[in-house]
């Protein structure tokens, strides 16, 4: 496991045998990371309604005083 294998990383460390247990990262890409996590979420909450009606401001109204 060499460093240049984790463009991200700054910093490795590794458990008594020898595995990554934890991954130090700039500020900066760790928030990257996070935007990119939640792209992905958003595209695939995208894409599993896409067949779907959209409502009126009417009807979400009244679908959100239900839950």
């Known amino acids: 496991m060499k460093i240049e294998d984790y463009p991200l990383a700054k910093e490795l460390i590794l458990d008594t045998e020898g595995n990554i247990s934890q991954v130090i990262l700039n500020y900066t890409d760790y928030q990257y990371l996070l935007e ?3 792209d992905r979420g958003l595209l695939q909450a995208m894409r599993q309604v896409k067949d779907e009606k959209p409502l009126s401001l009417q ?3 009244g679908e959100l005083e239900k839950e």
């Open 59 to 61: 009807e979400a109204l």
């Open 36 to 38: 990119a996590i939640e």
